[in-house]
Structures are given as C-alpha cells and as structure tokens.
C-alpha cells in the first residue's frame, strides 16, 4: 500500500476511534453538571449520588477521549506535514485555541472536580463539572470550526504558496460551522441520553435500584427525545446547506447521478459507480428537491454534471467521491437517529402512563438500543469525510497533495499496526470496565476493592 | 517586539511549563514502583499527582497548538522528521493515562501491576525521547531546502542525545521525589527524600557530562545568556541537592525547578532565533522568519494567549492551592 492510502487508513481509524468516545463525554458532562446543579438547589441527595456513579462511567469515557486526543493533534503533523504546511496559518489557529482555552479548562477543573467533594464547598463543586461540560463542549466547537473550513472554506486569500487568514470571525461564523456544531452537540446528548436510559432500562428490569434508575430514566428519556428531535431538524437543515456549499456530497449522499428539477429520494439502491448509474431504487418522487427546497420544484445538481464543472474549474482528477458508503452511511445515520426518537416518544408516553417499568418489551428495547447512537455518530462522520473526496480542503487541496514527504511506508505501517491493536485491546477494557461499574449500580464502595487492599479502602472508592 | 519573537517567547514559556509540571509527574510516575512498598502507598504517590497531571499534560497539547497555529513548517518538519520518536512518546502517553483512571477498577493484584507498570513506562520514556529530542534539535538534523527531514528513527541517536535524554529521566526523577516530599506526610517523606538524594547524584553527574557534551556538540555557548543560563541550572540543581540534604523540602522543589526553567530557557536562548537547525546547510534551518504563519494570524494568536495565559496560570495555581494539604495512607482521597 502507498504512504498516501496508509495514512488515509490511520486517520480514519483513529478518528473514529477518538469519535467512538467524544460525543458522549460532551453529552454525559452536561447531564452530570445538571444532576449535581439539582443537587445543590433541590438538597436531594438521590442527586448526588446519581452525579458520582454516572460520573464514574464519565470519566473512564473521558480518559479514553483524552489519550486518543493528543494523537490527533500530533496527525497532521506526523501524517499529513504537507497540509499542515499549506493550512497552518488557518488551521492552527483554532487547535491552539482549543488547547488555550478549552483543554486547560476542561482538565484542570475535571481534577477538582473528581479529587475535590470534601475540599471545595457544594456550590464551587457544582461549578467545577459546569466549566468541565462547557469546555468540552467548546473543544468541540473549535475542532469543528477547523473541519469546517475544511468542507467548505472562507475567510482565507491563497498567499506565499499557502492558505492564509484574512477573516478569522469568518472562520467562526462559516455557515457550515453554524450547522455542523449544533448537529454535534446534539448527537453528543442523544448518546448520553440513550447510554443512561440503557442502563437503567438494565437494572428497571431487574428490579435493582429502582428509586436511583427510575430518576436517572426520566433524565435520560427526557434529553434523549428532545435532542433526537433536534438532531434531525438540524441535520436536515445541515443537508440544505449542504446543496449549496458541497452539492457533490450531497448528490453522492442521494446517488443522484443526473441533475433534476424534481429530485427523487432514494430508500433504498443497487449503485453502479462504474457506469455511474442506479440499477434500481426505491424512492420517493420529488421528495429530495421538496428536502432541499421546501417546494415541489427546484433543481438539485446531479455528480455527472458536478463532475464536470469541477473538472472544469480545478482541471482533470476524479472529483466523485466514493458512492456507496456515503449513501449507505447516510441512511443508517439517518435510520438510526429515527428508530431512537420512536423509541424516546415511546418510552415518554409510557412512563407519563405510569407503565414503563410494567412494559419489559419496551425496556428491552430501550437496553438495546444503546449502539444505535454510536452507529448514527460513526455513519455521520463516514458521510461528511467521505463525502468530501478527494478533497482535504474543498477546492483548494485534495488528500493526495497533504500528505507528509519524509514519512516512509514501514513507519505508517508500524505505526498503523501498532495504534489498531493498543487502541484495540484499550477498547475492550474501557467497555468491560464501564460494564462492570454499570452492572454494580450505585454502591458506595466497591467490595473487593477494599478487600484487597486490606486498610485504607478510602484510597480510591 | 517583532510578533515572531513574541511567538517564539510564548512557545518557550510552554515548553518551560510543560518540563516544570510534567517533570516532577513524569518523576512520580518513574518513582512509583520504588516508593510504594504495598498498595495503598502506591494509590498515596499515585494521588500526588491525581488531580493535576491531565492539566500538566495539557501544556504539551498547547505547546503543539502553538506549534502549528504560529510556525507550521516547524509543526511540519518535526512531527513528520521525528515520526516514529513521536509514535512511541504517543504509546507511552496512551497507556500513562488510561492507567490513572483504570487502575483502581479492579482489585487482582496483577491487573494493578500491570497498569503500574503503565504509568512507570509511560513516564519514563517520554522523559527520554524528550531528552533525546532537546538535544537533536541544539545539535541539529538533516533538514534539506525543501524543509524536509531525510534521516530515520536511528539518526537522532547519539551519545550526546542519548545522554541528554538520561539527563532528562534522572532531573524528572529527582524532581518528582522532591515533589513527593512535599505532598506526603510521615514515614513516606523520608522514603521520597533518599530517592532524591540518591537519583539526585547520578542526575548531577548526568548533567555535567551533558554540559560538556553541548559544548562539544552544538553553538549553544556562543549565546552569552544561553551559556549563562546553562551554568545557572546546574547551580540551581546543585543548590536544590543541598537543600534536600537539610531538609528544606519546599526550597529544594524551588531550586529543582529553577534548574529544568533554566535548562529550557537556555536551550530555547541557543536555538534563537532558530527552531530547528538543520545539519546540512546552516541557511536550510527553520527560523521563527521562515517558518512563521502570516502577520494576521500571528496577531489573532498573541491576543488570545495574552488573555488566556494569565486565566489559566490562574486557575492552575488555585487548583494546587486547593490540594495543597499533605497526603497519607490513613487520609480519605477521593478517586
């Protein structure tokens, strides 16, 4: 395999690696700085309790985000140098601004946060987990700002061989950004809406717990249908946009090969990129332009047509990205996203009815809905990276030309080989081990810890 | 004052941060399966630095924000030239902080061995390849006019890096025993205290032969304060050792930290205003002129740090203010 197709593969690894954890840091820390804020106004300690044992899966997700973090920040230099060179100027920026105003924040007081229950009074602690869930979330806001300029940049002239800024409150006010963010944000409280709402589905069914899973239900219901709701209406504000600023990705998100004023939307299709064609599909008429244009008539560009203006304007490559997994993608995002707002309206209605816990089909189905977000967060990342070959920057540089000079194939491969399987394996750990606090519930202190340890159980409980 | 030298000034003040925090972590962590003789001791060192390493951490990840946001050929050429250097210190990194959190999730004896063993590596081997990457960038790499690194993983080994990298393992060492010494309370001080005064003699001993080397190896003395700064450190580390000996342990944290402030800002005095020399061609060196982002972006950047810094160095110092009780086995620390 070339450097070019090895990297390519590291970075989607550990992208979506790092992505696997991120969004439900951004969304638990929320819910967690709520439960503890109702703490300290309501004195309920059931609140409390609920802030440190949901706390306690936080923070294993947490590590894992932070540790697969840094190596995304050392990537573009270690693997794609060239377009580090060329987007510097632009892109650096708000890293530094990540790590300046976000990443400082966000350790520094989640350290005060997990040490300091007996040091700080009750309201600067609830005040700690607030800065943790608002820098977190700012983080998010910053890393997307760079991936938006990315998808579709502005603010910048093409100066010294090299992007340069020339508006930096155009990089923050990037319509893509002003979409993409709040699509994130939201996806980050639909996981951890539908991640507490599986467990304590869990433990309803056993009958362990009640009180405690019966309360953080509500919660996690609650946020679960209002931000699913939310995401789609973002989303499908985020498509709209999409027609204007990267219509090739949103027609490869459609398979519509040929341009029309009344656009289908296709279900389901049996794709022929060779001939650049659908052998079948099953779709709505008109539906895609009513989509884009909130009316029955309008023109949605085809990739043929696409093809063929960019080929014109950036000269001849292969300008279509990847159909297929961008489609496909596209419909579990967006089929998993409706399955979890069914469910949420379901569960609501029941529990409203007093009959949620009597229902065990229903938390059944809450249980096993837990992966359902971390597909949708995973195909939705699939389609906006995809969707943007052969770019790294829309229009301005393709994946081909960013990629590092000096690096050779065997350090890629040592290095891709050698990520997977310590990633691997810390999977594996990380998940068994948010299993086992999950299955134990709320309990004070873990029983073989302290057994082990003989004296001073207190250490670490 | 020119916006690149105030850039390069601020990615100075980050990396004397980073080696002043993260030292005295990576230390703690390098010392942990000496000092805790059973397991409750070593959750007690562990904890020394449990609320705040991941903040320490954080001043590594700005000072490669910096990096990129203010000179990204720099960011470019160092991260692709020291690529596989930087996969091993990223490893390292990977299961030191895993190892924190998951530790204490479950009790066998061998799982609390193993991350133990984590959190030792993964100190000490950052400590090195930082060590080793110092002392590459003094002396220099091949960089071509392309601004492109053409050597491998083996160019940057030399028993000039490779000693500057044990330096730097011996005075993190030092330091995270003397950091020890203040946060812990009865039989465990004393305990931190002879690891100090014994890694703190193989460190001096270290650390001349270092200043030797540089002198041997690289144009550092041909910057008056850099050289001055150089000497300063070893003064200071030499004081710091004196003051362990009487059991001053707050002043000897002071002096051990001096000398890593002064050791840095000697190294980055010697590089001025260079970041990376190239061994080749003295003209093919990246500089803070031609490797620097544009004016606009550089202005952007030193608003934000001027606002930001100061917040943060404020929040930090209050974080270690709350902490700063002594620890013990018997004492409640949350996890």
């Known amino acids: ?461 | 004052m020119e916006l690149n030298v105030v850039w390069f000034i601020l990615v100075a003040v980050l990396f004397i941060g980073f080696f002043f925090l993260e030292g005295f972590d990576y230390g703690v962590g390098i010392l942990l399966p000496f000092l805790g003789r059973d397991d409750a001791e070593r959750r007690l060192v562990i904890n020394t630095i449990g609320p705040v390493w991941d903040g320490n951490e954080v001043w590594m990840i700005t000072a490669g924000g910096a990096l990129f946001a203010a000179f990204p050929h720099v960011y470019a050429t160092l991260f692709s030239g020291f690529y596989l250097a930087l996969f091993l210190l990223l490893l390292a990194l990977i299961g030191r902080g895993v190892a924190f959190e998951f530790r204490s999730k479950q009790a066998a004896p061998s799982w609390r061995a193993a991350w133990d063993t984590a959190i030792f590596t993964g100190s000490l081997l950052p400590a090195l390849l930082w060590g080793v990457a110092v002392a590459n960038l003094l002396q220099g790499v091949p960089i071509d006019a392309n601004m492109q690194y053409t050597g491998n993983f083996f160019t940057l080994l030399s028993p000039y890096t490779l000693t500057a990298g044990l330096a730097f393992v011996l005075v993190f060492t030092y330091h995270g025993a003397v950091f020890i010494s203040l946060k812990v309370e009865g039989e465990m001080i004393g305990r931190a205290r002879s690891a100090g005064l014994k890694t703190g003699l193989a460190a001096a001993v270290a650390c001349l032969t270092l200043v030797g080397l540089t002198y041997v190896s690289t144009d550092l003395f041909r910057s008056l304060p850099a050289g001055a700064a150089l000497w300063g450190a070893v003064a200071s580390f030499l004081v710091s050792y004196w003051l362990l000996r009487g059991e001053k342990y707050g002043l000897s944290f002071t002096f051990s930290g001096l000398a890593i402030v002064l050791t840095t800002l000697a190294f980055f005095a010697g590089l001025f205003p260079r970041l990376m020399v190239s061994s080749l061609n003295p003209a093919w060196s990246l500089t803070i002129y031609n490797s620097a982002s544009s004016p606009y972006t550089l202005k952007l950047m030193t608003i934000a740090a001027a606002v930001m810094v100061p917040v943060v160095l404020g929040y930090q110092i209050w974080a270690y203010w709350v902490f700063r009780k002594r620890l013990g086995v018997k004492g409640h620390l949350e996890y």
Request: a neutral charge; proline letters at 4%; one cysteine or more.
């Open chain 1, 1 to 461: 395999m070339s450097e070019l197709l090895l990297s390519r593969w590291q970075f989607g690894i550990t992208s979506t690696y790092h992505f696997f954890f991120v969004p439900l840091t951004l969304g638990l820390s929320i819910l967690i700085a709520f439960m503890e804020v109702m703490y300290v106004r309501t004195d309920n300690e059931l609140y409390k309790k609920m802030a440190k044992f949901w706390g306690k899966l936080f923070l294993i997700n947490f590590a894992m985000g932070v540790v697969t973090g840094i190596v995304q920040e050392f990537h573009f230099g270690m693997n794609w140098s060239e377009y580090s060179r060329f987007m510097g100027d632009i892109f650096g920026a708000p890293l530094a601004l990540e790590a300046l105003t976000a990443f400082f924040l966000e350790s520094t007081f989640l350290g005060l946060w997990v040490f300091g229950w007996d040091k700080l009074s009750r309201k600067v602690h609830a005040l700690t987990i607030c800065l943790v869930a608002f820098a977190s979330n700012l983080s998010a806001f910053w890393i997307l700002a760079a991936n938006s300029f990315m998808q579709s940049p502005t603010g910048y002239a093409i100066r010294n061989g090299r992007a340069e800024m020339t508006d930096f409150m155009a990089l923050l006010t990037n319509p893509y950004l002003l979409y993409q963010f709040p699509h994130v944000l939201l996806s980050g409280l639909v996981t951890a809406g539908v991640f507490i709402t599986a467990i304590s589905a869990w433990h309803l069914l056993r009958q362990s717990h009640v009180d405690f899973f019966r309360a953080s239900m509500k919660i996690g219901l609650v946020c679960t249908l209002l931000a699913s709701l939310a995401v789609g209406g973002s989303g499908h504000l985020q498509a709209q946009m999409l027609a204007k600023a990267q219509p090739m990705k949103l027609a490869a998100v459609e398979a519509l090969w040929e341009t029309s004023d009344s656009a289908p939307f296709s279900i389901v299709a049996m794709i022929d990129e060779k001939n650049k064609r659908n052998d079948f599909a099953l779709s709505i008429p008109g539906a895609l332009t009513f989509l884009v244009h909130n009316s029955p008539m309008g023109e949605v560009k085809g990739i043929k047509a696409m093809e063929q203006e960019y080929t014109a304007r950036y000269g001849p490559a292969d300008y279509v990205p990847p159909v297929p997994p961008v489609f496909w993608s596209f419909r579990v995002m967006a089929g998993a996203g409706g399955l979890l707002i069914l469910l949420a309206l379901a569960g609501v209605w029941l529990w409203r009815a007093g009959k949620l816990e009597s229902t065990p089909v229903l938390l059944k189905a809450l249980l096993y809905s837990l992966p359902l977000p971390y597909i949708a967060n995973s195909a939705g990342w699939i389609v906006t990276e995809i969707g943007r070959q052969p770019w790294i920057v829309f229009g301005l540089q393709r994946v081909d030309q960013g990629v590092s000079m000096a690096v050779d194939a065997a350090s890629i491969w040592i290095s891709l080989i050698g990520f997977t399987l310590v990633y691997g394996a810390l999977a594996l750990v990380a998940v068994s081990l948010m299993r086992k606090i999950a299955v134990a519930g709320p309990v004070d202190a873990p029983a073989d810890a302290a057994g082990a340890a003989g004296k001073g159980a207190t250490l670490w409980n």
